[in-house]
């Protein structure tokens, strides 16, 4: 079983930045996917990044909306995985949750949050003036 805990949410106004993080817990191994996605009131919920990790190395993926705004990353070798956004906008406006699964996900698959084991309890992202 593995945990994920998120930090990082707030409020900034447009154009600012921010970071989140999420960090595993539990039966960790190296070959995993973990990803960022969110959902805004009212919407459903969309993918927003992922960091494919195995033996063999690993790739970052993003959402078009966030491409050159927003960078995942890890710190270590597989615990925590960083959402730095940057020049924000109101429509990032979300409930960002970090999710994982202990297999590489084809990139048509990390899109799709049903094929993620484990998810956080969510973090809330304002962007507003």
């Known amino acids: 079983q593995v945990q994920l805990v998120e930090s990082g949410g707030g409020w900034v106004q447009p154009g600012a930045s921010l970071r989140l993080s999420c960090t595993a817990s539990?039966?960790?191994?190296?070959?995993?996917?973990m990803s960022w996605f969110r959902q805004a009131p009212g919407k459903g919920r969309d993918f927003v990044a992922a960091f494919r990790s195995s033996a063999g190395g690993s790739e970052t993926h993003y959402a078009t909306s966030v491409k050159g705004r927003f960078t995942i990353s890890r710190y270590n070798a597989k615990n925590t995985i960083y959402l730095q956004m940057n020049s924000m906008r109101p429509e990032d406006t979300a409930v960002y949750y970090c999710?994982?699964?202990?297999?590489?996900?084809?990139?048509?698959?990390?899109?799709?949050?049903?094929?993620?084991?484990?998810w956080g309890q969510g973090t809330q992202v304002t962007v507003s003036s």
């Open positions: 539990g039966r960790t191994g190296s070959t995993y996917t």
């Open positions: 999710a994982r699964v202990d297999t590489r996900l084809i990139l048509s698959r990390a899109w799709d949050g049903e094929n993620y084991d484990f």
